[in-house]
C-alpha cells in the first residue's frame, strides 16, 4: 500500500511543530520501521484468532476483536495490510473479515484515503471488505467514494455499495441509487428500498412513485409503504400511489400501515383518501384496521371518520350476544386513546381485564391501562396497574421506550419507589 494513504495512521501522534511538508513521508517511514516491531509483538497472540471463521465462532471473536481494538489506532497499518491477502484461501479471507471488524471500531473515517486505493485494486478480498469499512466512514469523501460505485459495481459489489450506504443514512446518494429500482433483479431492488427506507432521500419521491406503479413483487410494497412513510409528506401523487395498494396484494397489517402512513402522505383534507377512507369505514367491520382509517381521517382534518367508527362500536356492543365482546373492547379502547380521550380508554381496557382470559389480549390491556392512566396522571391508578399486570420490572420500562409520557412517569418517586420494592421482590432468591 502506498505510504501517502497511511500518513494519517503513521502520524497519529502530533507532528512536532516545524516539521517541513517535504519531510512527512521521511518522518511516518521512519516512525513507522521503528513502531512495527512493537506493533508485531502486540498482534502476535491474536493472527491464529483471527483468523477463524467468524460464523462458527462469533461469540469468541467478538471478545478477541474487542481486545485487538483495545491496542488503539497504531495497529491500523498492520490490519490494512491483512485486508490484502498475498494467497486466497478461506483462512486468508476469514483474517481479512476479522480484521476488519476490528478497524470498525476504531473509526475509518481518519484513513478513508487507504480504503479508496484498496477498493480501486486489484483483490477482490480488499476491496470488497473496503467497500465494507466505507460504511463506517461518515465523512463527504467516503460517500462521494461509494456514489461513484454505484455506477460501476456490480452484483455482490454493488449490494455492499448500497448496504454502507444505509449504513451512512447517506441521502445525497438518492439520484444515484433509485434508478436502480429499474432492474430486472429483485434482490437489487430489494437492497435499494432497503436504503431508501433508511438514508429517506425525499427528493427522488417521484422516481420511486413510477417504480411502484411497476412493480411485480407484492413482497416488496411493503417497502415502498415505509419509504413514503418515512420520507414524503403533503405529497397528491404518493398518496395516490398508496391508495391504489389498498385491496391489491396486500395483508392486513400491511394495509394498516399503509393507512397510517397516508396521515402524513396526503395532503389535509385530500379528497382521494378521504373519500377512501370513509369506503373503509361504510363497510361497518370494527376492526384495528377500522380504527386506524378513522384516526387517520382526524389526522387529515375530517373527525366525522371517528364518529362513524365510534357509533359502529357502541351499536356491536348493544348487541346481547356482543356486549361482552373484549375484541370490540379493545378496538373502542384504541381509538379512545389515539384520540387522547385517556378516561374512556382505561374504562374500556378494565373492560377487556373483566371479560377476557386470553393471555395475549390480557396483556395489550395492561399496557394499554398503564399507558392511559400515565397520560392521565393519575399515580395511584398507574401503580395499581403495574402491580395487578404481573409485569417484571423490565417489562414495564420496556413501555416507555415508546412513550415518553410513560417514560416521565416512571420516573416519579412514588412510580419509582414502587419498581424499586418490586425489582427487590423478584429478584433470585
Given at each position: 500500500?502506498?505510504?501517502?494513504?497511511?500518513?494519517?495512521?503513521?502520524?497519529?501522534?502530533?507532528?512536532?511543530?516545524?516539521?517541513?511538508?517535504?519531510?512527512?513521508?521521511?518522518?511516518?517511514?521512519?516512525?513507522?520501521?521503528?513502531?512495527?516491531?512493537?506493533?508485531?509483538?502486540?498482534?502476535?497472540?491474536?493472527?491464529?484468532?483471527?483468523?477463524?471463521?467468524?460464523?462458527?465462532?462469533?461469540?469468541?471473536?467478538?471478545?478477541?476483536?474487542?481486545?485487538?481494538?483495545?491496542?488503539?489506532?497504531?495497529?491500523?497499518?498492520?490490519?490494512?495490510?491483512?485486508?490484502?491477502?498475498?494467497?486466497?484461501?478461506?483462512?486468508?479471507?476469514?483474517?481479512?473479515?476479522?480484521?476488519?471488524?476490528?478497524?470498525?471500531?476504531?473509526?475509518?473515517?481518519?484513513?478513508?484515503?487507504?480504503?479508496?486505493?484498496?477498493?480501486?485494486?486489484?483483490?477482490?478480498?480488499?476491496?470488497?471488505?473496503?467497500?465494507?469499512?466505507?460504511?463506517?466512514?461518515?465523512?463527504?469523501?467516503?460517500?462521494?467514494?461509494?456514489?461513484?460505485?454505484?455506477?460501476?459495481?456490480?452484483?455482490?459489489?454493488?449490494?455492499?455499495?448500497?448496504?454502507?450506504?444505509?449504513?451512512?443514512?447517506?441521502?445525497?446518494?438518492?439520484?444515484?441509487?433509485?434508478?436502480?429500482?429499474?432492474?430486472?433483479?429483485?434482490?437489487?431492488?430489494?437492497?435499494?428500498?432497503?436504503?431508501?427506507?433508511?438514508?429517506?432521500?425525499?427528493?427522488?419521491?417521484?422516481?420511486?412513485?413510477?417504480?411502484?406503479?411497476?412493480e411485480k413483487d407484492a413482497r416488496l410494497l411493503p417497502y415502498y409503504?415505509?419509504?413514503?412513510?418515512?420520507?414524503?409528506?403533503?405529497?397528491?401523487?404518493?398518496?395516490?400511489?398508496?391508495?391504489?395498494?389498498?385491496?391489491?396484494?396486500?395483508?392486513?397489517?400491511?394495509?394498516?400501515?399503509?393507512?397510517?402512513?397516508?396521515?402524513?402522505?396526503?395532503?389535509?383534507?385530500?379528497?382521494?383518501?378521504?373519500?377512501?377512507?370513509?369506503?373503509?369505514?361504510?363497510?361497518?367491520?370494527?376492526?384495528?384496521?377500522?380504527?386506524?382509517?378513522?384516526v387517520t381521517l382526524r389526522s387529515l382534518g375530517d373527525r366525522q371518520?371517528?364518529?362513524?367508527?365510534?357509533?359502529?362500536?357502541?351499536?356491536?356492543?348493544?348487541?346481547?350476544?356482543?356486549?361482552?365482546?373484549?375484541?370490540?373492547?379493545?378496538?373502542?379502547?384504541?381509538?379512545?386513546?389515539?384520540?387522547?380521550?385517556?378516561?374512556?380508554?382505561?374504562?374500556?381496557?378494565?373492560?377487556?381485564?373483566?371479560?377476557?382470559?386470553?393471555?395475549?389480549?390480557?396483556?395489550?390491556?395492561?399496557?394499554?391501562?398503564?399507558?392511559?392512566?400515565?397520560?392521565?396522571?393519575?399515580?395511584?391508578?398507574?401503580?395499581?396497574?403495574?402491580?395487578?399486570?404481573?409485569?417484571?420490572?423490565?417489562?414495564?420500562?420496556?413501555?416507555?421506550?415508546?412513550?415518553?409520557?410513560?417514560?416521565?412517569?416512571?420516573?416519579?418517586?412514588?412510580?419509582?419507589s414502587f419498581l424499586q420494592a418490586l425489582a427487590k421482590e423478584q429478584?433470585?432468591?
Amino acid at each position: 500500500m502506498h505510504l501517502r494513504f497511511l500518513l494519517p495512521c503513521l502520524l497519529l501522534p502530533m507532528l512536532p511543530a516545524q516539521v517541513a511538508l517535504g519531510n512527512l513521508a521521511k518522518l511516518a517511514r521512519d516512525r513507522a520501521e521503528r513502531a512495527r516491531p512493537a506493533q508485531e509483538k502486540a498482534l502476535e497472540p491474536f493472527w491464529a484468532d483471527l483468523a477463524l471463521d467468524y460464523r462458527n465462532n462469533q461469540q469468541f471473536l467478538d471478545q478477541r476483536i474487542t481486545q485487538v481494538a483495545a491496542l488503539g489506532d497504531s495497529v491500523v497499518p498492520m490490519l490494512l495490510e491483512k485486508l490484502q491477502p498475498a494467497q486466497g484461501g478461506e483462512t486468508a479471507r476469514n483474517l481479512a473479515g476479522n480484521c476488519r471488524r476490528v478497524i470498525e471500531k476504531l473509526d475509518p473515517s481518519s484513513f478513508v484515503d487507504a480504503l479508496v486505493e484498496l477498493v480501486n485494486g486489484k483483490s477482490e478480498t480488499a476491496r470488497q471488505e473496503a467497500i465494507r469499512l466505507l460504511g463506517f466512514a461518515n465523512t463527504p469523501a467516503s460517500i462521494q467514494v461509494l456514489c461513484d460505485l454505484v455506477e460501476r459495481t456490480a452484483e455482490e459489489d454493488r449490494r455492499l455499495v448500497l448496504r454502507s450506504l444505509r449504513l451512512l443514512k447517506a441521502a445525497a446518494a438518492g439520484p444515484k441509487v433509485v434508478g436502480l429500482l429499474g432492474s430486472s433483479d429483485r434482490q437489487v431492488r430489494e437492497d435499494v428500498l432497503n436504503y431508501l427506507v433508511v438514508a429517506r432521500p425525499a427528493s427522488v419521491v417521484d422516481t420511486v412513485i413510477q417504480a411502484l406503479s411497476t412493480e411485480k413483487d407484492a413482497r416488496l410494497l411493503p417497502y415502498y409503504i415505509d419509504y413514503f412513510a418515512n420520507s414524503v409528506t403533503n405529497h397528491d401523487g404518493a398518496a395516490r400511489a398508496l391508495l391504489a395498494l389498498i385491496g391489491e396484494r396486500l395483508d392486513w397489517q400491511d394495509t394498516r400501515r399503509l393507512v397510517q402512513a397516508l396521515a402524513t402522505v396526503a395532503p389535509r383534507d385530500h379528497e382521494p383518501t378521504c373519500r377512501r377512507l370513509h369506503e373503509m369505514l361504510d363497510a361497518g367491520e370494527a376492526t384495528a384496521l377500522a380504527v386506524q382509517a378513522a384516526v387517520t381521517l382526524r389526522s387529515l382534518g375530517d373527525r366525522q371518520g371517528v364518529t362513524k367508527l365510534k357509533r359502529t362500536l357502541d351499536q356491536q356492543l348493544s348487541k346481547p350476544q356482543r356486549k361482552r365482546d373484549p375484541a370490540l373492547f379493545e378496538q373502542r379502547a384504541n381509538l379512545a386513546f389515539a384520540i387522547e380521550e385517556y378516561g374512556d380508554a382505561a374504562a374500556d381496557y378494565e373492560k377487556i381485564l373483566e371479560f377476557s382470559d386470553g393471555l395475549a389480549m390480557t396483556r395489550r390491556a395492561y399496557i394499554g391501562l398503564i399507558r392511559s392512566e400515565a397520560h392521565r396522571k393519575k399515580v395511584p391508578n398507574l401503580i395499581k396497574a403495574m402491580k395487578n399486570s404481573g409485569m417484571t420490572t423490565a417489562e414495564i420500562e420496556a413501555i416507555g421506550v415508546d412513550d415518553p409520557v410513560v417514560q416521565d412517569s416512571l420516573g416519579l418517586d412514588k412510580v419509582r419507589s414502587f419498581l424499586q420494592a418490586l425489582a427487590k421482590e423478584q429478584s433470585p432468591k
